[in-house]
């Protein structure tokens, strides 16, 4: 089993940074694979950013690409979403998922471990 708990999530002004935390417990935290996801009421679940086992390979959402940045820290068992430029349509629950991969998948369902998510919310 992983556990995963995310922090950072606000309330921010379009324009603004925030920067998300997925801490990690459990089992080894390299051995897997980690994605953000987000989901806005009404909206089914999106994909936004993933990263590889080790951290050399990253891949992005068109939506979020060249605003956000997924990163790892493998020595504090941490993922991190930083995200810049926010505008109000990124305003949803961010969730951090974990997969026994070494490549991380877009597709939610290929997920094995879930937080219970972080809100973010983008005034205008």
């Known amino acids: 089993q992983v556990q995963l708990v995310e922090s950072g999530g606000g309330l921010v002004q379009a324009g603004g940074s925030l920067r998300l935390s997925c801490a990690a417990s459990?089992?080894?935290?390299?051995?897997?694979?980690m994605g953000w996801f987000r989901q806005a009421p009404g909206k089914e679940r999106e994909f936004v950013a993933a990263?590889?086992?080790?951290?050399?390979?990253?891949s992005y959402s068109a939506s979020v690409k060249s605003r956000f940045t997924i990163s790892r820290d493998n020595a504090k068992n941490t993922v991190y979403l930083q995200m810049n430029s926010l505008k109000p349509e990124d305003t949803a629950g961010y969730y951090c998922?974990?997969?026994?991969?070494?490549?991380?998948?877009?597709?939610?369902?290929?997920?094995?471990?879930w937080g219970l998510g972080t809100q973010v919310t983008v005034s205008s």
């Open positions: 998922a974990a997969v026994d991969s070494y490549i991380a998948s877009k597709s939610g369902s290929r997920y094995d471990y």
């Open positions: 459990g089992r080894t935290f390299s051995n897997y694979a």
């Open positions: 990263i590889s086992r080790g951290g050399s390979s990253t």
